[in-house]
């Protein structure tokens, strides 16, 4: 079974999206979809479709990843140490799936959580909000 949705996966999802959910790869800075992304929204796991972020959370780090600092809840994400490639970090994946989506930090005083998830666009679908007709 775990064959086949390996292979459903490399099917449906861009080498690159295979390689940052599935192998815990990270997309170059300033490359993504999302990173520039203002539009209006939610973003979901781009492997299974939950709901991990509203757009209105989404914030310019500069760092070239798209990045929020909150989640649309405590049950979306999984959170778990990484210390990996010599330094100590906090990995976000999906908590239905476990797709790798990338990090969470506690840098973004600016903000009103103070932290910075910085997620790979590629990890992400954006399902725009359609906008009201009637305030066009």
């Known amino acids: 079974m775990e064959e086949d949705n390996k292979k459903e996966l490399r099917e449906r999802l861009s080498e690159e999206a295979y390689q940052v959910t599935q192998e815990g790869a990270t997309e170059p800075p300033f490359t ?31 760092t070239g990843w798209p990045s929020f600092y909150d989640t649309t809840g405590t049950d979306t994400l999984r959170l778990s140490p990484d210390e990996s490639q010599e330094m100590v970090r906090t990995e976000v994946s999906c908590r239905k799936c476990g797709a790798h989506l990338g990090h969470v930090f506690e840098d973004a005083p600016n903000t009103p959580t103070g932290q910075r998830y910085c997620i790979n666009s590629c990890a992400l679908s954006l399902n725009k909000k359609e906008k009201d007709a009637t305030n066009e």
């Open 32 to 62: 993504g979809e999302y990173y520039k992304t203002k539009d209006d929204g939610m973003y979901h796991c781009a492997v299974c479709g939950t709901e991990l972020f509203d757009a209105g959370t989404k914030f310019d780090s500069g």
